[in-house]
């Protein structure tokens, strides 16, 4: 089964994740941003990847922190997204949303990733 993926900046050109982030942001947090925010946490760790990861839309707020990779068993989002969502409330796939509201907002608990690593690696 392929996952799909939610953040992923570093594999994009810089002006276009830019401006992607920017046309996500919101003024306010959604209603349920908590929620997200706390079933993005629950998420599995998929793969544990060096480096860092800085704060594309500030000149000031620098590192983020490692591009770490989490999962639902579905989803794949990279950790970086909980940093954007909490500091600029960006929104977040409304399918994505979907299923985290069809799941009442708690993420299923993933026991071995080896085959969901297999079978989504990105050559």
């Not at 594999?11 to 306010?28: G, N, T």
Request: aromatic letters at 10%; glycine letters at 4%; a negative charge.
């Amino acid at each position: 089964m392929s996952l799909k993926r939610f953040g992923f900046f570093d594999e994009q050109p810089e002006s276009h994740v830019v401006a992607e982030l920017i046309a996500s942001i919101r003024a306010s947090p959604s209603e349920d941003e908590d929620k997200i925010l706390n079933y993005l946490r629950e998420g599995k760790q998929l793969l544990a990847i060096p480096g860092v990861v800085v704060d594309l839309l500030s000149e000031t707020e620098g590192i983020i922190g490692p591009p770490h990779v989490f999962t639902d068993g579905e989803w794949a989002w990279t950790s970086d997204v909980l940093y954007y969502i909490e500091r600029y409330h960006i929104s977040i796939p409304s399918e994505f949303l979907a299923r985290m509201k069809s799941l009442l907002f708690q993420c299923p608990t993933i026991c071995n990733t080896e085959d969901l690593v297999r079978n989504n690696r990105h050559e």
